[in-house]
Nanobody, 126 residues
Framework: QVQLVESGGGLVQAGDSLRLSCAAS????????MGWFRQYPGKEREFVAT????????AYADSVKGRFTISRDNAKSTVILQMNGLKPEDTVLYYC???????????????????WGQGTQVTVSS
């Protein structure tokens, strides 16, 4: 079955950087666009970034544009979220997700993803 395992979260200071990784297994990785989402307590999971099957297309939430970069390594079945210039408001659980449909493009809606990781906590102190 499909498994997505995130890593790389932690506690940093404002302005620092973190690199989140998501290792995927269970389906041919390069067949699927990938995404990162985050979820604040009591709120719905929100879109952060998405990347197409071979990395040619990406999209970002306005709140992270210019600070976060999504990339992927299909040989390693891994998607990366490089987070620079972290702010206290970036403190939240981050989830990796895999698109439902094979060979589909990037997507920003939660409903377009059917597999999710367990989440990794990012905490940014001011």
């Amino acid at each position: 079955q499909v498994q997505l395992v995130e890593s790389g979260g932690g506690l940093v200071q404002a302005g620092d950087s973190l690199r989140l990784s998501c290792a995927a297994s269970g389906r041919t990785f390069s067949n699927y666009a990938m995404g990162w989402f985050r979820q604040y307590p009591g709120k719905e999971r929100e879109f952060v970034a998405t990347i197409s099957r071979f990395g040619s297309s990406t999209a970002y939430a306005d709140s992270v544009k210019g600070r976060f970069t999504i990339s992927r390594d299909n040989a390693k079945s891994t998607v990366i979220l490089q987070m620079n210039g972290l702010k206290p408001e970036d403190t939240v659980l981050y989830y990796c997700a895999q698109r439902t449909l094979p060979r589909a493009g990037i997507a920003t809606a939660r409903g377009d993803y059917d597999y999710w990781g367990q989440g990794t906590q990012v905490t940014v102190s001011s």
